[in-house]
C-alpha cells in the first residue's frame, strides 16, 4: 500500500543528497511500530487531530459559500439599533485585500452583537472606535480563502459550529480541552493554574490512548509559572495551550514530553507515528487579525497536506475551527446552553478519508462536540456536562465507504482548465492530407498496369 | 580491365531497371492470373520462391532487432511527449491535463497513434510497435528503392543493411517521430524515381504528397525538397517542366496545409510560430563535431567507408540515381550541420540512400575480375563481394544487438538513442504513492515529461528559463521557486544524474532546496554501474518531500 512504503522509505532516508543515501528504499528498516493503529476504536479513525485557529466567525469565512446556512439575502445591519433602527445601515461586503484590525471579543462586545437575540450590534458596538469602523460587516470568500473552499468543495464544511463560550480565547480554549471554562468568573488564566480541572489529556493518558499537544514554535520555558516575566509574544502561546497552565503537565515528564514543537507533527506524520489524539496551536500563523489569513490558510494546508502523504492517512481525521468570532459579524444567533455559551459561530472543517464530499454539516456543534467525537471513539469518560450533553460529529463521516484517495488541495480555486482537444479538427485535417495520397498514387498505378495489360494483349 | 556490374548491367544510367517492381517482374502475369489458381502457380514459381526466401532473411532479423526487449526501458521526454499527445488526442483524461495537443511539431504519427489508442488504450509498447511498423515499412522501400534503381539484389542488400543498421534499429524502437518521417520520406524517393524514369508526372505528384506526409509527420522533411531540387537542377536525365513543377509544389503545399489548418482552428496558431522563433534562437545544443561523431556509427562505419570509396571511385561515371542520392543525403546533412540545434536522428532519412548506395557499390562496382586460390579454395571477384555484403550486414547486426539489449540501452542519455534509466519506475512510483494534487518541481524539462508521462501528477523543471528567449515555449517557467516551495504549491523535488550531468548548476540548486525545505527522500531509483572495485548502485533519480 502506498503509505506503507512511504513509510518505510521516509524511515530510513532523512539524508539530504543523492549520493548520501547509503542503501535502497528496499533495504530500510521497518517503521517502529505504530501504537494508535492498536488501540480499539469505535470508528476507523485511529488518529483524530484537532487544530484551533483564532478569531473568525463562519459568516467572516463562508458566509457566501453555496449550500452553507451564510448571509442572508437583503441583511444590512443598522448603524444605530437602538435609536434608528430602520435609517441608516450597512450591507455585508466583501473585505477584498482592505487591512484589518483585532477587534473586540469579549463578553461585552458579545452581547453588545447579540443584543437579547436580535443580533443587530455588529456596527454599532464599534462605533466609536474609528479604526474598526464597519469592518466587523466585512467577509472574505473564495478569492481569499481558495485552500478552504477547496476543502469545503472536497470535505466537510460545518455550519452549525459555535464556540463555546460568549467571549474571548481562554474560556474558549478550556471548553476545548476540559469542556468546561476554565475561569468562570472572566476571560482569564487564573494566576495559580487549573489544576483543579481534568482534561481530555488526562483521560486519555489514564486510557492509555497516545496524544500529543502539537504547538508551532513550541517555548518550553514559558508557562503559567513564568508568564510575569513579561515575554509579550509568550502569552498567546500560554493561553493557546491550556496544559502550559497545570502543574502535573510541567512536571511530569511522562506529560510534558507529549507537549512538543509542531516540527514534531510533520515528523510523526512522516513516519506514520502520529498518536491517537493530536491537538495543535498555530503561533505565527494563526490567522488572528490583524494577521495574513493567507500565512494561516498555507500553515493550514501544509498540516493537511503533510497527513494525506503520511502512512496514517488512511485511518486519520483532521478538524480545524476558530478559538472565538473575533468580533466578526455572523447571522445565526447561538443557542443558550449555559451561563457561558454558546458564542457565536466558528468556520470549522474536517478532512479525513472518510469525510463526505462536498458535504456541509447542519449539526449543531461546539468545541466539546470534538471531545464527545474522542470519547466516543476510545471510550473515555465524558468530563463535564458540556461534553456529555454535546453532538459528536459522526454525521460528517461515511464509514460504510472505504477509505478515500487523499486530494492534495491547492490554493486557486479556478479549476484547471481541460485541455484543449480539438481531435475531430485534427482528424479531419490531417484525414485530408493522407486521403491525398491515394488518388496521387492510384494513377500513376492504374496507369502502369494497363499500359502493362496492353503489353500483355499485343505479346 | 574487364568491369562488371552486380547485375551485368552496363554503366552510365542502364544499372536502372525501370520495369523490375516485384517478385521475378512478372507481375503482369500474376496481374492476369487473377484468381486463386493464378496465385498458385505464382507460388510455385522458383523467383517467386526465391523472392519470399530474401524477404524472409531481410524481414526476419530486422523485426527480430526492433522487437527485441523493445518495452523493457521506458520512454524517454520525446516519446513521452508524442505519445501523450497522442493519448490526449485520444482523450484520455489521465493525459489531457498535463500533454496539450498542440505543442511543436505537425501531428500526423500522433493522430494515427491516437487511433490505435483509442481501439486498444494507451500503452508504450503499442507506441512503439506502431513505429517498428513504420521502420519495417522503410525497410520494404529500400527494397524497393534498390531494385528500381539497381535491381534486386542491391535492393535485397540494403533493405538488410536498413534493416539491421544500428540507426535505423535504435530509433524505429522509440515512439519518435523520425521513423514514420524517414517512411514518407523513402516513399516519396520512391515515387521520384518512378517520375524519372517513366516521365509520367503523376508519379511527381505523388511524390510530392509523400514529401507532404513527411512533413506532416516532422516538419524537417520539408528539407528533403533542397534535394529534390538540387537534383533537377543538375540532372540532365530528365528536364521538370514549370507547369509540373509549380503543380507539384501546389500539391506538396496542399498536403502540408492541415499544419496550419488545425493550428488556426484550434486557435493554436502561435504555438507553432513561438516553437519556431525559439529553435532559430536557441543555443547550440552540440558541438559542430556531432554528426560527424554520432552518425556515421550509428549508420555503421563500414557501411559509409564502402559508398564514399565506391563513390570516389565511380565519380567520373554517376549517373542521376547516384546524383539523385547524393542530393537526398547532402541537404539534409548540410543544413542540420549548420542549424544550431542538432538531434542524433535528425538526419535519419539518409540512412536510405546510403544503404543503397552502400549495396549498390558491393553489389555492382566496377571490380577487376579476380580468381585467386587460398588455401585450396578459389576466391572470385563474386565471392568478395558476398563477403564484403556478410561482413557489412553482420557488423552492423552485431552492433545493433548490442544496442537493442536493455541494459546497454539505458546507459546512454543522448536524446533519441533510448529510455531514461529509472524513469519509468520513479513514475509509477509517482503514481502509486503521491496523492492527487501533488507537484513536483525536476531538474529538467525531460525528466519532467517522462514523470508526468507515468506519474499522472504535474512536474515542472527548474530549468526552464524565465526568459522567452531561451526555452521551449510548451515548457512553463518556475518563476521564484523557492516561493512556491515556501508556499506548498510545490510538494516534492525530483533529482536526478541525466538532468545533474547536463547543469550542474541547477542540481546544485535543487539540492539546496531539498536542504533548505526539510528535504526527506521518499523514492530513489538505482542503476548498477561497474567500477574497479566491482558493481556499485548509484542513485539516478531521488524524489524528496519538502515543507515550508
Redesign the interface.
Known amino acids: 500500500m502506498?503509505?506503507r512504503?512511504?513509510a518505510a522509505?521516509?524511515a530510513?532516508?532523512?539524508?539530504?543528497?543523492?549520493?548520501a543515501?547509503a542503501a535502497?528504499?528496499a533495504a530500510a528498516p521497518p517503521a517502529p511500530p505504530d501504537s494508535a493503529q492498536d488501540l480499539p476504536t469505535a470508528t476507523p479513525i485511529k488518529h483524530f487531530l484537532v487544530l484551533m485557529q483564532e478569531n473568525h466567525s463562519f459568516d467572516n469565512y463562508f458566509g457566501t459559500y453555496p449550500g452553507a446556512d451564510g448571509i442572508p439575502k437583503g441583511t444590512c445591519m443598522p448603524v444605530d439599533p437602538v435609536h434608528e433602527p430602520a435609517s441608516d445601515c450597512v450591507r455585508p461586503y466583501h473585505l477584498e485585500e482592505q487591512a484589518i484590525t483585532d477587534m473586540g471579543h469579549n463578553s461585552d462586545v458579545f452581547d453588545a452583537e447579540y443584543d437579547g437575540g436580535k443580533m443587530d450590534g455588529f456596527v454599532s458596538v464599534f462605533a466609536d472606535q474609528p479604526t474598526v469602523g464597519t469592518r466587523a460587516m466585512g467577509h472574505y470568500d473564495d478569492r481569499d480563502l481558495p485552500f478552504y473552499w477547496n476543502v469545503a468543495d472536497n470535505y466537510v464544511l460545518f455550519d452549525r459550529l459555535f464556540t463555546s463560550a460568549a467571549t474571548g480565547s481562554v474560556n474558549n480554549h478550556f471548553f476545548w480541552t476540559t469542556a468546561q471554562a476554565g475561569n468562570p468568573d472572566a476571560d482569564r488564566l487564573l494566576p495559580g493554574g487549573f489544576d483543579h480541572l481534568t482534561t481530555i489529556f488526562d483521560r486519555l493518558q489514564k486510557a492509555g490512548v497516545s496524544w500529543k499537544f502539537y504547538v508551532q514554535n513550541y517555548r518550553p520555558n514559558v508557562n503559567f509559572r513564568t508568564a510575569t516575566t513579561g515575554i509579550a509574544e509568550a502569552s498567546a502561546q500560554l493561553v493557546w495551550v491550556p496544559l502550559l497552565s497545570f502543574n502535573r503537565f510541567l512536571d511530569d515528564p511522562a506529560l510534558n514530553s507529549r507537549i512538543v514543537d509542531m516540527s514534531e507533527y510533520?515528523k510523526d506524520a512522516?513516519a506514520g507515528t502520529l498518536p491517537a489524539v493530536s491537538f495543535m496551536v498555530p503561533f505565527g500563523a494563526s490567522e488572528h487579525p490583524p494577521g495574513s489569513i493567507e500565512a494561516g490558510e498555507?500553515f493550514v494546508?501544509?498540516l493537511v497536506?503533510?497527513l494525506?502523504?503520511s502512512p496514517s492517512w488512511d485511518s486519520s481525521a483532521f478538524m480545524w475551527t476558530y478559538d472565538d468570532w473575533g468580533g466578526w459579524y455572523d447571522h445565526v444567533a447561538p443557542p443558550k446552553v449555559d451561563r457561558f455559551g454558546y458564542g457565536f459561530r466558528s468556520p470549522a472543517l474536517l478532512v479525513s478519508p472518510y469525510a463526505r464530499k462536498g458535504h456541509v454539516d447542519h449539526t449543531t456543534l461546539d468545541f466539546t462536540s470534538e471531545l464527545k467525537f474522542i470519547e466516543n471513539n476510545w471510550g473515555v469518560e465524558p468530563l463535564a456536562s458540556r461534553d456529555r450533553a454535546a453532538n459528536d460529529i459522526t454525521s460528517a463521516f461515511d464509514f460504510s465507504a472505504g477509505p478515500r484517495?487523499?486530494?492534495?488541495?491547492?490554493?486557486s480555486r479556478v479549476p484547471?482548465e481541460?485541455?484543449?482537444?480539438?481531435?475531430a479538427?485534427?482528424?479531419a485535417?490531417?484525414?485530408?492530407?493522407?486521403s491525398?495520397?491515394v488518388p496521387?498514387?492510384l494513377?500513376?498505378l492504374r496507369?502502369?498496369?494497363s499500359r502493362?495489360?496492353r503489353?500483355?494483349v499485343r505479346s | 580491365m574487364t568491369t562488371t556490374r552486380g547485375d551485368g548491367s552496363n554503366l552510365g544510367g542502364a544499372r536502372a531497371r525501370p520495369d523490375v517492381a516485384g517478385p521475378g517482374g512478372r507481375r503482369e502475369e500474376a496481374a492476369a492470373g487473377g484468381a486463386v489458381g493464378g496465385w498458385v502457380t505464382t507460388l510455385r514459381r522458383r523467383s517467386t520462391r526465391r523472392y519470399i526466401g530474401w524477404a524472409i532473411v531481410v524481414a526476419v532479423p530486422s523485426l527480430m532487432l526492433r522487437l527485441w526487449a523493445v518495452d523493457a526501458l521506458g520512454v524517454n521526454s520525446d516519446e513521452a511527449v508524442y505519445a501523450g499527445q497522442a493519448a490526449s488526442l485520444a482523450r484520455d483524461p489521465a493525459f489531457l491535463p498535463f500533454f496539450p495537443v498542440f505543442r511543436a511539431h505537425p501531428l500526423l504519427f500522433q493522430s494515427l497513434l491516437s487511433l490505435e489508442y483509442r481501439a486498444f488504450g494507451v500503452t508504450t509498447l503499442g507506441g512503439r510497435l506502431l513505429a517498428v511498423a513504420f521502420g519495417m515499412g522503410t525497410v520494404w522501400l529500400t527494397y524497393a528503392i534498390g531494385a528500381r534503381l539497381y535491381g534486386r539484389r542491391v535492393g535485397t542488400l540494403a533493405a538488410l543493411l536498413v534493416g539491421v543498421m544500428p540507426y535505423t534499429v535504435v530509433v524505429s524502437r522509440q515512439i519518435l517521430l523520425d521513423t514514420p518521417m524517414a517512411f514518407f520520406a523513402a516513399l516519396a524517393l520512391y515515387l521520384l524515381i518512378r517520375y524519372v524514369q517513366t516521365d509520367r508526372a503523376t508519379w511527381l505528384y505523388a511524390s510530392a504528397v509523400a514529401l507532404g506526409l513527411s512533413t506532416l509527420t516532422k516538419e524537417t522533411a520539408i528539407l528533403l525538397a533542397g534535394g529534390i531540387y538540387a537534383f533537377f537542377a543538375l540532372t540532365r536525365k530528365t528536364r521538370l517542366r514549370l507547369g509540373q513543377a509549380a503543380l507539384a509544389v501546389a500539391v506538396l503545399v496542399l498536403t502540408v496545409l492541415p499544419y496550419p489548418i488545425s493550428l488556426k482552428l484550434a486557435g493554436h496558431t502561435s504555438t507553432g510560430g513561438a516553437f519556431l522563433t525559439w529553435q532559430l534562437l536557441r543555443r547550440p545544443n552540440h558541438t559542430w563535431w556531432f554528426y560527424l561523431q554520432a552518425v556515421p556509427p550509428a549508420l555503421g562505419l563500414g557501411v559509409v567507408a564502402v559508398a564514399v570509396v565506391g563513390i570516389v571511385l565511380m565519380r567520373r561515371v554517376l549517373t542521376w540515381s547516384e546524383h539523385l542520392l547524393l542530393a537526398w543525403i547532402t541537404v539534409p546533412c548540410l543544413f542540420f550541420e549548420v542549424w544550431a540545434v542538432k538531434g542524433f536522428q535528425y538526419l535519419l532519412p539518409i540512412a536510405v540512400p546510403v544503404a543503397v548506395l552502400a549495396a549498390m557499390v558491393v553489389v555492382s562496382v566496377p571490380l577487376p575480375q579476380v580468381r585467386w586460390r587460398v588455401a585450396a579454395r578459389t576466391v572470385t571477384t563474386a565471392g568478395l563481394r558476398a563477403a564484403v555484403a556478410v561482413l557489412l550486414v553482420a557488423s552492423l547486426a552485431v552492433t545493433s544487438w548490442n544496442r537493442v539489449q536493455p541494459d546497454s540501452g539505458g546507459s546512454s542519455f543522448l536524446a533519441g538513442t533510448g529510455g531514461v534509466p529509472g524513469g519509468r519506475e520513479a513514475g509509477e512510483w509517482i503514481d502509486a504513492n503521491l496523492p492527487v494534487g501533488a507537484e513536483l518541481l525536476a531538474l529538467g524539462p525531460s525528466m519532467a515529461n517522462i514523470l508526468q508521462f507515468y506519474g499522472g501528477h504535474k512536474v515542472r523543471a527548474l530549468s526552464v528559463s524565465p526568459n522567452p528567449l531561451y526555452r521551449n515555449p510548451v515548457y512553463e517557467p518556475v518563476i521564484n521557486p523557492d516561493l512556491q516551495i515556501r508556499q506548498g504549491n510545490v510538494q516534492y523535488l525530483v533529482w536526478d544524474s541525466f538532468s545533474a550531468g547536463r547543469s550542474s548548476f541547477f542540481s546544485r540548486r535543487l539540492l539546496s532546496f531539498a536542504e533548505r525545505y526539510h528535504g526527506r527522500v521518499v523514492h530513489q531509483e538505482f542503476i548498477t554501474a561497474t567500477t574497479d572495485e566491482g558493481p556499485v548502485r548509484e542513485p539516478v533519480i531521488t524524489i524528496y518531500e519538502v515543507r515550508s
Open positions: 502506498r503509505r512504503l512511504a522509505v521516509g530510513l532516508a532523512l539524508a539530504i543528497g543523492p549520493g543515501v535502497p528504499a510533520y512522516a498555507r494546508r501544509s497536506s503533510a494525506m502523504t484517495e487523499p486530494v492534495l488541495l491547492g490554493r484547471p481541460p485541455a484543449d482537444t480539438p481531435a479538427t485534427v482528424y485535417s490531417y484525414g485530408v492530407a493522407v491525398l495520397l496521387f498514387l494513377a500513376p496507369s502502369s498496369a502493362l495489360r503489353k500483355g
